[in-house]
T-cell receptor
Framework: AQKITQTQPGMFVQEKEAVTLDCTYD???????LFWYKQPSSGEMIFLIY??????QNATEGRYSLNFQKARKSANLVISASQLGDSAMYFC????????????FGTGTRLQVTL | NAGVTQTPKFQVLKTGQSMTLQCAQD?????MSWYRQDPGMGLRLIHY???????DQGEVPNGYNVSRSTTEDFPLRLLSAAPSQTSVYFC????????????????FGSGTQLSVL
């Protein structure tokens, strides 16, 4: 069974600072994908970044980067130069390989960006 | 470019009533799924489908039925609503049921906020 753990229910960061949101995972699948989604107060789910289990380099998408440490089974999201619009819930999720793979979500981290 | 369309956005039911949450996607995605989101519990998979005519249970299927008669549509039925089904429901789809690459990210609908009194 797949499991995603996000141990930070809430985080605060000052505008223009960097912040790291933690995510650890557990799976028996040899290949898998890791995803981060953002959910602003409006409620929609916005895809941010993806990391494949066999990718050699950490993924980056603009101000978002994923600190992938396979041996530790961690996939932390790093947001650089935080903006007020980054205030939202952030979910880490994993999809295992194989037929009918399912996306398993963590419980989320609420990020608040302050002036 | 509609993506994943969910209706209704809000719904209030009385215990025991039935209803169907509609979900349609126009991206020719094989994989469709329903999640519920509850405070402190993240998103939990209710049912999913890997193609027309094929459905399977997720993590929390009790009290819900699904069917997939076309590639585009994946309705979720509550046969006898209970207060425990008060939640926000998301429909999501992806291109392939088996891929794990970046292109296999889920596209989400805007959600349905359901209250059962």
């Amino acid at each position: 069974a797949q499991k995603i753990t996000q141990t930070q229910p809430g985080m605060f960061v000052q505008e223009k600072e960097a912040v790291t949101l933690d995510c650890t995972y557990d799976t028996s699948d040899p290949s898998y994908g890791l995803f981060w989604y953002k959910q602003p107060s409006s409620g929609e789910m916005i895809f941010l970044i993806y990391q494949g289990s066999y990718d050699q380099q950490n993924a980056t998408e603009g101000r978002y980067s994923l600190n992938f440490q396979k041996a530790r089974k961690s996939a932390n999201l790093v947001i650089s130069a935080s903006q007020l619009g980054d205030s939202a819930m952030y979910f880490c999720a994993m999809r295992g390989g194989g037929t009918a793979s399912k996306l398993t979500f963590g419980t989320g981290t609420r990020l608040q960006v302050t002036l | 470019n509609a993506g994943v369309t969910q209706t209704p956005k809000f719904q209030v039911l009385k215990t025991g009533q039935s209803m169907t949450l509609q979900c349609a996607q126009d991206m020719n995605h094989e994989y469709m799924s329903w999640y519920r989101q509850d405070p402190g519990m993240g998103l939990r998979l209710i049912h999913y489908s890997v193609g027309a005519g094929i459905t399977d249970q997720g993590e929390v299927p009790n009290g819900y039925n699904v069917s997939r008669s076309t590639t585009e549509d994946f309705p979720l039925r509550l046969l006898s609503a209970a207060p425990s089904q008060t939640s926000v429901y998301f429909c999501a789809s992806s291109y392939s049921p088996t891929g794990i690459g970046a292109n296999e990210k889920l596209f989400f609908g805007s959600g349905t906020q359901l209250s059962v009194l």
